[in-house]
């Protein structure tokens, strides 16, 4: 069967490097995958996307990404760096890596899941090893839970056993409902196999807003205070981060055993974006989109976004999020 693969993964990519590769090369290749089965994964992985195999994820590479893309977000630009590259270059995790990210919407949760995904699998969000699950998309009736539950572990426990390295990202954690995630704590504790399957490869990022009032409050009175933002350290947001999760019912993390018995690995505080973070989001679409970056646009629509507090309007209540629809709107009109 895996012959048959790489022939064909052969085949496919046979008209190209035809062109590109003196013929020599290529008869090398050929050579080296009729007889040596060993060159068969890398060759093979060459062609196509493969678990884990594709290339080893570089951390300068990842920095640069998130220095380039994530704006005003210092303390989940240190953590993710460290905990996923430290992570996937540990041979032998003693559990799988959890992440839980926390923060207002907009300020940057799902990008940068996606950004870690792109760094491990070439198709980012899309690869096969890469499952997103959407707490009022996939598990929406409450009647239901038992069933989800059931098909939830039947898909982590599939999907790990055919890819060790898989990736799963849960959306709206906040909307969860109770009890649904300790469906999955067995998966993210420490053991070496359940049901024979080994689950400390895989990684688990939560998504969800709550929280997000704490780490406001803690952003503004460094505000208020007059210190920069930058000077707010991981421990001034995260003993309440926890604690608050935990005690807020909506959560979805409520009386969830993952946080009891510390199968969390990190809480990742998101900043509330300010009028300049909102900018820069701006400017890098623009240049994403092919044009020129135009200040005017550039502030217009930084300015129609609304801010709070009330009287000190200091943070942009969505973030990001809805400054790329509003760029359509003046690329539109000028059409
Ligand atoms: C939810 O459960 C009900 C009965 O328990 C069943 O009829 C229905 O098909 C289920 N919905 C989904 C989406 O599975
Ligand atoms: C893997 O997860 C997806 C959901 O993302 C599910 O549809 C699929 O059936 C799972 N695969 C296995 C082998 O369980």
Redesign the pocket.
Known sequence: MKLVRAALGLLLLAPPLVQTVEPISLGLALAGVLTGYISYPRLYCFFTECCGQKRSLSREALQKDLDNKLFGQHLAKKVILNAVSGFISNPKPKKPLTLSLHGWTGTGKNFVSKIIAEHIYEGGLNSDYVHLFVATLHFP?A??IT?YKDQLQQWIRGNVSACARSIFIFDEMDKMHAGLIDAIKPFLDYYDLVDGISYQKAIFIFLSNAGAERITDVALDFWRSGKQREEIKLRDVEQALSVSVFNNKNSGFWHSSLIDRNLIDYFVPFLPLEYKHLKMCIKVEMKSRGYEVDEDIVNRVAEEMTFFPKEERVFSDKGCKTVYTKLDYYYDEDD
């Open positions: 009736h009647s239901n069933q």
